[in-house]
């Protein structure tokens, strides 16, 4: 019996012990407070603070919504404001901006707060950018929800003087009537080019990223003499991926011509304008009007401008 209950005794001990050792295992971690879901910042400089946890912080991940390939890149600054090109803990890390090809996002962290900014937003509709905080052993997440901000400046246009390719083209607009029920022949003041505009397009290689996300002021060549011009130009506003209409300064559209219509009878007269086409390549510089970040962006360049004009007319009796 003694033996017994020395090995009862023995076995409890043990037990003790092990769960002793069990406890002493366990991992112990501060909880993650939960987050705002989502918020709301204007697009060109709107921010927000909100609750957030520093500590035991992994690291931080940026994603979207959208199928385009945004090509995100993240910069990480210390506390003493410098760059830190790969932070060995998110501990050294007092600021964080993201920035894509249409948005630059800025996180300043406290210890129980991060300062999130919306430097730009040069998309042409809002945004919402997924941020999340990775814990290690938690992942905490909100939605900025970025408002439409401002589309890049064109800082610097190029096109390309020693390949290009040029054509003509008409186009025939409607058919008009004129009548004249006295008996004496009557002019009708025509204005050919009122609606014959000058046309750029600025296709980017990359649609996706570019279309209608950059504007600004550049020079062009224009058509005189008989030739373009590639080393003389006239300043237009032109959206990189639209369609721009413009008159040239090349193309007087208060230019007046006339049509003769006899005594007693109706005219159907028909104007067809002549455009010269010119095709060549470009690479202009961007720049986020906020933070000065610049991209290259590279395409084809259409230009069609009215040069000529002739009127198809025909006479008809009453």
């Given at each position: 019996m003694k033996t017994v209950r020395l090995l009862s005794e023995l076995s409890a001990f043990i037990f003790v012990l092990l769960l002793a050792s069990a406890c002493n295992s366990d991992i112990f971690v501060d909880p993650v407070p939960d987050m705002e879901e989502s918020i709301s910042l204007e697009g060109f400089n709107g921010s927000k603070t909100i609750k957030f946890k520093k500590k035991g912080l992994k690291s931080i991940h940026f994603d979207h919504y959208y199928g385009f390939n945004w090509?995100?890149?993240?910069?990480?600054?210390?506390?003493?404001?410098?760059?830190?090109?790969?932070?060995?803990?998110?501990?050294?890390?007092?600021?964080?901006?993201?920035?894509?090809n249409y948005f630059a996002l800025e996180l300043n962290f406290m210890d129980d707060e991060v300062e999130i900014i919306s430097l730009d937003n040069a998309y042409i509709a809002p945004l919402d950018i997924i941020v999340s905080f990775d814990y290690g052993y938690a992942v905490k997440s909100t939605i900025i929800k970025i408002g439409v901000g401002k589309p890049y400046d064109i800082v610097d246009f190029n096109y390309f003087i020693d390949k290009y390719v040029t054509t003509t083209e008409v186009i025939s607009g409607i058919p008009n009537t004129v009548h004249n029920n006295t008996p004496n022949t009557v002019k009708s003041i025509i204005?050919?080019?009122?609606?014959?505009?000058?046309?750029?397009?600025?296709?980017?290689e990359d649609d996706a990223y570019w279309s209608e996300h950059a504007v600004g002021n550049i020079s062009i060549p224009f058509f005189k003499d008989g030739e373009w011009t590639m080393y003389k130009t006239e300043d237009v506003e032109a959206t990189i991926?639209?369609?721009?209409?413009?008159?040239?300064?090349?193309?007087?559209?208060d230019e007046e011509a006339y049509v003769e219509i006899p005594p007693n009878s109706s005219v159907s007269y028909r104007v067809h304008v002549t455009y010269a086409i010119l095709e060549t390549g470009f690479a202009t510089t961007v720049k986020m009007p906020n933070t000065d970040i610049e991209r290259i962006v590279w395409g084809k360049l259409n230009l069609r401008q009215p040069i000529d004009y002739y009127?198809?007319?025909?006479?008809?009796l009453l």
């Open positions: 090509e995100p890149y993240t910069t990480y600054y210390g506390h003493d404001g410098s760059e830190i090109r790969t932070p060995k803990s998110m501990d050294e890390v007092s600021k964080v901006i993201s920035s894509s204005y050919p080019y009122k609606d014959a505009q000058s046309k750029l397009t600025l296709t980017p991926g639209t369609p721009n209409s413009f008159a040239s300064g090349m193309v007087n559209i009127i198809e007319t025909k006479s008809l």
